[in-house]
């Protein structure tokens, strides 16, 4: 455990080069300090250490893969990205300073500013200038794009973990988040925000459904923050409270396009691929009805089941994800879908005699006159009948 004032000392070198100044986040999975680089004038570091669970550290497989997951970490900032903090160092301390032998300490560059979340929730209480907000999306979003093309994943946007530096520059932190595509899955990873991860990935542990459309629903659920300045819910089909539904339905209805597409429980309902999310995050191009695959989009209406507030009743939930469609359209649309039934399959009512006639037959037989009305045909046989009887009396 780190301390305040205290030096970590290499194990290899024998350097007591970094002094703890202070703690910035400890959780049950790591430490993260801030810390002076003695050998560089001091400057600002930022330290991670591995929090393990005391009852395991025995297990070396658990061990393992605690450090393993840190390692990953470390390669994952060697990614040319300017938006994360550069690897400054991969240090082992000595055992008296740890419980374990040789304990990793990853440290690296320590980036000025205040996190987005802080930032939204001290100033923007109701939400950011959303020309603003979408400024922030679209520059994550490029993020975004350049750690794809090295087939990793970021799962997680979590606001806490992105830090808004001067000029409104981004630092994107918290990278342990980070899997590579097509890589074992480690289960001694640290869970993710699920507020801020995709559905399908939340409690999903092989790896298989790690794609780039993980990262179109975070970005969704980041976007939502931003714009209403009220964090998403987990809950998959309804994740808007009341107030942040009424904040986006006063917004351009662009914006409410782009957040319900990203955040659309199914990944195959959302942007596959960032590049085709690019082109309309820009004031002058946001999403409309009349855009391929938007037409039918609307924002979820707020469900909260026994909640006080719940509204369920009130609100006309499709059974498609995340799409709303009011009773007059939906019933215009039944109507529509019905028609068009009528006019592609047959009625499976026994035909008309006509029906199945010839057309130009059945005009015939429909102009043809009865010549023989049904009540002679009647009086014929009566008569028949009588005739032979009067014939067998005769003969008699």
Same mark, same amino acid.
Request: aromatic content about 8%; hydrophobic content about 40%; proline content about 6%.
């Given at each position: ?13 024998g ?12 959780? /049950? ?23 393990y ?11 393992? &893969? ?35 032998e040789?304990e ?31 400024r ?18 970021f ?10 530096? $001067?000029d409104d ?6 990278c342990?988040?980070?899997?590579k595509?097509?890589?074992k899955?480690n ?11 995709a +559905?399908?990935?939340?409690d ?8 780039p ?10 976007f ?28 351009d ?25 690019l +082109? ?10 009349s ?22 009743a ?5 059974? /498609? ?6 009773k ?7 109507s ?9 399959? +047959? ?15 059945s005009?015939e ?13 009647? &009086? ?8 032979? /009887?009067?014939?067998?009396? $005769?003969?008699?």
């Amino acid at each position: 455990m780190m301390r305040i004032d205290q030096y970590l000392i290499d194990a290899s070198r024998g350097e007591a080069r970094f002094k703890i100044k202070e703690m910035l986040s400890e959780s /049950g999975a790591y430490q993260i300090a801030l810390a002076v680089d003695t050998a560089m004038d001091d400057k600002l570091v930022c330290v991670k250490t591995i929090n393990y669970d005391v009852a395991r550290t025995e297990e070396k497989k658990y061990v393992g &893969l605690r450090r393993k997951d840190l390692h990953d970490e470390l390669k994952f900032l060697s990614e040319p990205c300017h938006l994360l903090p550069e690897p400054l160092d991969w240090i082992q301390i000595q055992e008296s300073q740890t419980v374990i032998e040789r304990e990793p300490v990853l440290v690296y560059e320590y980036m000025h500013g205040e996190t987005l979340f802080d930032l939204v929730q001290g100033r923007y209480a109701k939400g950011m200038n959303p020309n603003r907000a979408l400024r922030f999306i679209k520059e994550i979003a490029i993020f975004l794009q350049t750690i794809h093309k090295s087939a990793y994943v970021f799962r997680d946007l979590d606001p806490r973990h992105i830090i808004v530096g $001067f000029d409104d520059i981004l630092h994107v932190v918290g990278c342990g988040n980070a899997i590579k595509i097509g890589d074992k899955f480690n289960p001694e990873k640290t869970p993710t925000n699920p507020v801020y991860t995709a +559905p399908e990935i939340r409690d999903e542990r092989s790896g298989k459904l790690i794609k780039p459309a993980c990262d179109v629903y975070a970005l969704g659920a980041l976007f939502t923050f931003l714009l209403t300045g009220i964090e998403p819910k987990s809950n998959t089909e309804s994740p808007l409270t009341h107030a942040a539904y009424d904040r986006l339905k006063n917004l351009d209805e662009g914006y409410q396009l782009l957040v319900v597409r990203c955040m659309a429980p199914l990944a195959k309902n959302r942007f596959g691929a960032i590049a085709r999310l690019l +082109p309309f995050l820009q004031k002058t191009s946001l999403p409309q009805r009349s855009d391929k695959d938007f037409g039918m989009l609307d924002l979820p209406k707020p469900w909260t089941g026994n909640d006080p507030e719940n509204r369920a009743a009130s609100s006309s939930l499709s059974a /498609g994800p995340l799409v709303s469609v009011d009773k007059e359209r939906e019933a215009f649309i039944k109507s529509k879908l019905e028609k068009d039934d009528d006019a592609i399959i +047959p009625k499976r009512d026994v035909p008309k005699r006509d029906a199945i006639l010839p057309k130009e037959e059945s005009k015939e037989v429909a102009n043809r006159p009865n010549s023989f009305p049904s009540w002679l045909i009647f &009086l014929a046989i009566i008569l028949v009948l009588g005739a032979a /009887g009067l014939v067998v009396m $005769f003969a008699l």
